[in-house]
C-alpha cells in the first residue's frame, strides 16, 4: 500500500503563507494525479486542487486566487501553498493521490492558523 | 459547484441490522456517453484519514466487505451497511468528481444503537 507522508509547519500566522510537502515513496510521483484536501475541526471535507505529473494544474475555484501546487519530481515531492491565511483555513490538509475518486490517502497534518 | 446533500446527518443502528445512508447532488453526475455515475463514497473514523469505500456509485473498492454497497443514478444515490459491525462505527462521505470542484456532502455519523 503507498503511503504518503505531508510535512511542514503546524502553527502560521495570519496573513502569512501555508506551506506544505508531500512525500511520495518509490518514484511513482511520475505518475498519477496528486491532490491536496482539507477538513476544518469538526467538518467535512473540501478540495483544493490537484497537480498532474506533467505539472498540469485544478484548483478549487474559492481558493485558486491563494493556491499554488507544485511538483519536485527529483525529490518524489509536491507542495501546496496557500497564500493570506485567515482562521478559516485551519484544518488538517491531506495528500491524497488519483483523478476523481480518491484511494490513497496521507494521513494529514494539522494547520492552525492563529498568532 | 455541484452541491452534495446528505442524509441523515447521524443515525444509530443496531448491530447486524442494516444502515441507509442518501446522498443527493444538486445537478445529475452521470456521464451519458458511458454511462458512469461520478460518485464515490468514503468511511472515516477518528485521527483517521478517509478511506475510499464506493466508487463509480456502485463498484466496491479492493478489500472493502461485501455488507457495503451503493446504488443510484443521476442525482440520487444510497449507501447501505447491510448487517451493521462495530467496525462501521464512522462518519460516511459521498463526493462527486463529476465536475471540478470535486465536493463533499457533509458527512453522515454512524452509531450503535
Known amino acids: 500500500q503507498v503511503q504518503l507522508q505531508e510535512s511542514g509547519p503546524g502553527l502560521v500566522k495570519p496573513s502569512e503563507t501555508l506551506s506544505l510537502t508531500c512525500t511520495v515513496p518509490?518514484?511513482?510521483?511520475?505518475?498519477?494525479?496528486w491532490n491536496w484536501i482539507r477538513q476544518p475541526p469538526g467538518k467535512g471535507l473540501e478540495w483544493i486542487g490537484y497537480?498532474?505529473?506533467?505539472?498540469?494544474?485544478n484548483y478549487n475555484p474559492s481558493l485558486k486566487s491563494r493556491v499554488t501546487l507544485s511538483l519536485d519530481t527529483s525529490k518524489n515531492q509536491f507542495s501546496l501553498t496557500l497564500t493570506s491565511v485567515t482562521a478559516a483555513d485551519t484544518a488538517v490538509y491531506y495528500c491524497?493521490?488519483?483523478?476523481?475518486?480518491?484511494?490513497?490517502w496521507g494521513q494529514g497534518t494539522m494547520v492552525t492558523v492563529s498568532s | 459547484d455541484i452541491v452534495m446533500t446528505q442524509s441523515p446527518d447521524s443515525l444509530a443502528v443496531s448491530l447486524g441490522e442494516r444502515a441507509t445512508i442518501n446522498c443527493k447532488s444538486s445537478?445529475?453526475?452521470?456521464?451519458?456517453?458511458?454511462?458512469?455515475?461520478?460518485l464515490a463514497w468514503y468511511q472515516q473514523k477518528p485521527g483517521q484519514p478517509p478511506k475510499l469505500l464506493i466508487y463509480?456509485?456502485?463498484t466496491r473498492e479492493s478489500g472493502v466487505p461485501d455488507r457495503f454497497s451503493g446504488s443510484g443514478s443521476g442525482t440520487d444515490f444510497t449507501l447501505t451497511i447491510s448487517s451493521l459491525q462495530a467496525a462501521d462505527v464512522a462518519v460516511y462521505y459521498c463526493?462527486?468528481?463529476?465536475?471540478?470542484?470535486?465536493?463533499f456532502g457533509q458527512g453522515t455519523k454512524v452509531e450503535i444503537k
Open positions: 497537480i498532474y505529473y506533467t505539472g498540469s494544474t
Open positions: 445537478q445529475s453526475v452521470l456521464n451519458r456517453s458511458n454511462n458512469k455515475n461520478y
Open positions: 491524497a493521490r488519483d483523478q476523481g475518486f480518491v484511494a490513497i
Open positions: 463526493q462527486q468528481f463529476y465536475t471540478i470542484p470535486w465536493t
Open positions: 463509480w456509485a456502485s
Open positions: 518509490g518514484g511513482s510521483i511520475s505518475s498519477y494525479y
